[in-house]
């Protein structure tokens, strides 16, 4: 039995997967907050960071100042181009210290794009399938590519459960992913972007056909976020319930 935490970190994200053996996070911002639930031992089997922004890697400085060990880093393939607007400098530059540091230490770093079979999946570990569903390699490397657009989406599996965790994935990135994959969802989808109009694809969350949504947001730190839109997008389109971090508070399911 696993146990899956989406954690209540504002409008950012990270989540922490549990086997009874190992640790994996997804997106790690605020993790300093609920470190109660990191294994003592300092043991992290997988770090997925799903883009290169801070609200999704900033508590690697937690774990680097703080004796963690990262079996595994897997983080969006992006390559930042001069004057790119989608993510600054200082963020580039702290997020690749970050991997250096830990790569230094050991870590395998991985910057995977969407896998090129389903066969098998992308990694099979303590009882969990990772699937790399995105992002797609052409929309990644595009002369048009934004962060965003080369966001990792992935599901993870266990023997009776399901979670697709989107990062920010842009519409873009998340329309491809719906239009070439089957059955990557119908669990748990983790929305994309703290519920901002980009990153709600219709397309996409009907083809995620949801049992649950988890959106990770905070009212109030930017406009239209969560936007009413994306909101409603949610509401009508998942099966049970819709839950909001800033409502709910950290979540726990089962998995």
């Not at 300093?32 to 890697?57: C, M, R, W």
């Not at 400085?61 to 004796?67: A, W």
């Not at 969407?114 to 992002?135: A, C, N, T, V, Y």
């Not at 266990?158 to 059955?183: P, Q, Y």
Request: proline residues 3%.
């Amino acid at each position: 039995m696993a146990e899956l935490h989406c954690l209540n970190v504002g409008c950012a994200d990270a989540s922490i997967l549990k086997t009874t053996s190992e640790t994996f996070l997804i997106d790690c911002y605020g993790i300093d907050e609920h470190k109660a639930l990191l294994p003592s031992d300092k043991n992290i089997t997988g770090l997925f960071v799903t883009h290169q922004h801070s609200d999704h890697y900033g508590g690697m400085k937690f774990l680097r100042d703080n004796g963690y060990n990262i079996g595994y880093l897997i983080h969006s393939p992006y390559e930042r181009r001069y004057g790119d607007a989608s993510v600054t400098l200082d963020e580039w530059n702290e997020f690749n210290d970050h991997a250096k540091y830990f790569e230094g230490k050991g870590t395998k770093v991985y910057k995977p794009y969407r896998q090129d079979s389903f066969e098998k999946p992308w990694w099979d570990r303590s009882g969990l399938k990772f699937w790399m569903i995105g992002p797609n390699r052409s929309i990644a490397t595009s002369d048009t590519r934004e962060l965003h657009d080369a966001c990792l989406v992935l599901t993870v599996q266990s023997e009776k459960r399901k979670c697709a965790f989107t990062g920010d994935a842009s519409d873009t990135n998340l329309n491809w992913v719906a239009s070439n994959t089957k059955h990557f969802c119908g669990d748990i989808l983790h929305a994309s972007h703290h519920a901002s109009l980009n990153g709600a694809d219709l397309d996409f969350i009907k083809k995620a056909d949801p049992k649950y949504s988890v959106i990770s947001t905070k009212s109030g730190v930017y406009e239209s976020v969560p936007h009413p839109t994306a909101l409603k997008r949610y509401a009508d389109n998942t099966k049970e319930k819709v839950y909001r971090t800033d409502v709910d508070g950290t979540l726990r399911f089962n998995f």
